[in-house]
């Protein structure tokens, strides 16, 4: 029915504009009248041409458009549902951009407290470093106090020794030595 009238419209429009390029003119002296015999055969011509034309190519002609027609409603459709599927991805992104604020935060607080951890874990190390350092310095120097101590006690003792030597030489005769060597002789094999 719609194909029915597209026909009749174009022919209509058709029919119109060679009515006026017909009138339009021509050349100076002719006869400015119409040759309706002419014009007659033309637009049965065109009538005919119409009729094989919508005979044996209009079917093919209405399916193409009416296929072109649902081709296009499909596409329609299609974009419906992708701009439907972009808003809710862009819905998605926002979301997600709204929330990257909200980690972005949560990962520098966490940062932080992480930060203050382990500055107070270096600090305790550091402590406990110098004290361990304090005590084996403590350590260290009365080891060395003790040696140093032990040292000068052997070197006094052996002044002693050089110097109660060096009296018993000069007050103790050659037969109080020998006598005093029995004695210790004796009291060592006796025990």
């Known amino acids: 029915m719609k194909v029915a009238r597209h026909t009749v419209l174009t022919l209509i429009g058709v029919l119109a504009f060679t009515a006026l390029a017909y009138a339009s003119g021509g050349e100076a002296g002719e ?29 093919k002609a209405a399916a193409f458009f009416g296929g072109r027609r649902t081709q296009i409603r499909k596409d329609l459709e299609d974009l419906e549902l992708r701009k439907v599927e972009a808003e809710k991805k862009l819905k998605d992104v926002e979301t997600g951009i709204r929330n990257l ?18 500055k107070a874990a270096i600090l305790e190390k550091a402590h406990k470093d110098a004290e361990a350092m304090k005590a084996q310095a403590v ?38 030595h020998e006598r005093l060597v029995d004695e210790y002789l004796t009291k060592v094999v006796l025990n």
């Open 101 to 118: 604020e909200q980690e972005r935060a949560a990962i520098l607080a966490e940062a932080k407290t992480q930060g203050d951890a382990i």
């Open 31 to 59: 006869d400015h009248g119409l040759p309706w015999a002419n014009f007659g055969w033309r637009i049965l011509n065109f009538v005919i041409f119409i009729f094989l034309l919508y005979k044996f190519a209009g079917a």
């Open 139 to 176: 350590t260290s120097a009365e080891n060395e106090a003790r040696a140093a101590f032990d040292r000068v006690r052997g070197e006094i003792a052996d002044q002693v020794i050089e110097q109660a030597t060096k009296i018993v030489r000069e007050k103790l005769t050659e037969k109080d």
